[in-house]
């Protein structure tokens, strides 16, 4: 059963520092991997999308990387800034046996960074 | 990025009533249109897939008959939730993605359904 993991739930860090978000997940035969950011009753918007052949992307401040064997990936978010304050998501996209992908959610790491 | 829209963004129905959301590509020909439901401080769950022209694909635990999936159009997907009762409020998120397998999920604003 393919099931995404994320720690940590929560994460406070003051303005300035370095951080890794980190999301798991079982069955290594992944297609792709997505990073969101979803601000408070709001939907979502996607940071990076890494498919199952790449290693890691980056756009800005953002990297993220991808282990399938382990099945890890991590965000890496550099010099955080209070607007970096929101729920990131890990979205894990499956092939299955039938014809329709399955994406699976992680349950979010909820960031706030201090002033 | 590709855009994707719904509509209404908020909705409140009375008990019993039958509501309706609609998800539209706006560039892009939507060949699969994903339908989620976010519970409060909770992640996003998968409810069904649609392919264009063909009946939705429903997760385990999600009533088909209550949650009416039309995707008759490329551009268009339809949720309709019938019957609705308070604990069907939730916010209601749908994606869209091209044909091609490799092609970006992107999603909509998503709508916020209360049920009273």
């Known amino acids: 059963k393919q099931e995404v993991t994320q720690i940590p739930a929560a994460l406070s860090v003051p303005e300035g520092e370095n951080l890794v978000l980190n999301c798991s997940f079982t069955?290594?035969?992944?297609?792709?991997l997505q990073w969101f950011r979803q601000d408070p009753g709001k939907g979502l918007t996607s940071l990076l999308l890494?498919?199952?052949?790449?290693r890691e992307q980056t756009s800005g401040r953002l990297n993220a990387s991808l282990d399938k064997s382990s099945g890890r990936s991590t965000l890496y978010i550099a010099a955080s800034q209070p607007g970096d304050s929101a729920t990131y998501l890990c979205?894990?996209?499956?092939?299955?046996?039938?014809?329709?992908?399955?994406?699976?959610f992680g349950p979010g790491t909820s960031l706030s960074v201090i002033p | 990025g590709a855009v994707v829209s719904q509509h209404p963004s908020w909705v409140i129905c009375k008990s019993g009533t039958s509501v309706k959301i609609e998800c539209r590509s706006l560039?892009?020909?939507?060949?699969?249109m994903f339908w989620y439901r976010q519970f409060p401080k909770q992640s996003l769950m998968l409810m069904a897939t649609?392919?264009?022209?063909?009946?939705?694909?429903?997760e385990q635990g999600v009533e088909k008959d209550k949650f009416l999936i039309n995707h008759a159009s490329l551009t268009l997907s339809t949720l309709t939730v019938t019957s609705a009762h308070p604990e069907d409020s939730s916010f209601y998120i749908c994606?869209?993605?091209?044909?091609?397998?490799?092609?970006?999920?992107?999603f909509g604003p998503g709508t916020r359904l209360t049920v009273t």
């Open positions: 649609s392919n264009e022209g063909s009946k939705a694909t429903y």
């Open positions: 560039d892009f020909q939507a060949t699969t």
């Open positions: 994606s869209a993605r091209g044909w091609r397998e490799d092609y970006e999920q992107y």
């Open positions: 890494i498919q199952s052949s790449q």
């Open positions: 979205a894990v996209r499956w092939r299955m046996k039938t014809s329709y992908d399955k994406v699976i």
């Open positions: 069955d290594s035969a992944i297609y792709n």
